[in-house]
């Protein structure tokens, strides 16, 4: 059975720095992994996602790296805003399947 | 273009009740899942319908039914609610199994 696990589970830092955010994953045999952004209350706003065949994608200040032999992924977040602050959650996705395995996610605030 | 719309925002009911949510996917996507997140926790997968039929059932209990129509719009049922049921459920909609998802608003559910 797939477990995702993100490390850590609340993250809190000062306005302008760099970050990274952990994704693991207990089974390689994945299709796709996505990465989410949450706010409070809110639904799910997709940010990245990766095909278990590429090893990273880029989005502005964001950037995604895969490692599906070692289970795992991180989300880089460059030059941090306030505007960031947000549950930060990754997701992967069996093979040709939306049946998708999430984190509990990680809490990202960013401090003026 | 609109997004994955879900109906009602907000729901309360009563033990025992029964509650239908509903949702739109973005239009030309065939795929629909239903996902559970209780508050502190990743979202839960609970069905997905690609072109009308049933494609994957996670393990939630008979209670729990869903349907998709021709338009591609889809419900969720839930008979005999139970407190436990109390979460936000969300609805994802994609162009086709395995793709990108992308998320509607969710629907807050209290139980009381």
């Known amino acids: 059975k797939q477990e995702v696990t993100q490390i850590p589970a609340a993250l809190s830092v000062p306005e302008g720095e760099n970050l990274v955010l952990n994704c693991s994953f207990t089974?390689?045999?994945?299709?796709?992994l996505q990465w989410f952004r949450q706010d409070p209350g809110k639904g799910l706003t997709s940010l990245l996602l990766?095909?278990?065949?590429?090893r990273e994608q880029t989005s502005g200040r964001l950037n995604a790296s895969l490692d599906k032999s070692s289970g795992r992924s991180t989300l880089y977040i460059a030059a941090s805003q306030p505007g960031d602050s947000a549950t930060y959650l990754c997701?992967?996705?069996?093979?040709?399947?939306?049946?998708?395995?999430f984190g509990a996610g990680t809490r990202l605030t960013v401090k003026p | 273009d609109a997004g994955v719309t879900q109906s009602p925002t907000h729901l309360i009911k009563t033990r025992g009740q029964h509650v239908t949510l509903r949702c739109s996917p973005i239009?030309?996507?065939?795929?629909v899942s239903w996902y559970q997140q209780v508050l502190g926790q990743g979202p839960q997968f609970i069905f997905q319908?690609?072109?009308?039929?049933?494609?994957g059932r996670g393990n939630f209990p008979d209670r729990f039914s869903a349907r998709q129509f021709p338009n591609y719009s889809s419900e969720l049922n839930v008979n005999a609610l139970l407190l436990g049921d109390s979460a936000l459920y969300l609805c994802?909609?994609?162009?086709?199994?395995?793709?990108?998802?992308?998320f509607g608003q969710g629907t807050r559910l209290t139980v009381v």
């Open positions: 994802a909609s994609s162009t086709d199994r395995g793709t990108e998802a992308f």
């Open positions: 089974d390689s045999a994945i299709y796709n």
């Open positions: 990766i095909q278990s065949s590429q």
């Open positions: 997701a992967v996705a069996p093979y040709n399947n939306n049946d998708m395995r």
């Open positions: 239009s030309g996507h065939k795929s």
């Open positions: 319908y690609y072109e009308k039929e049933e494609r």
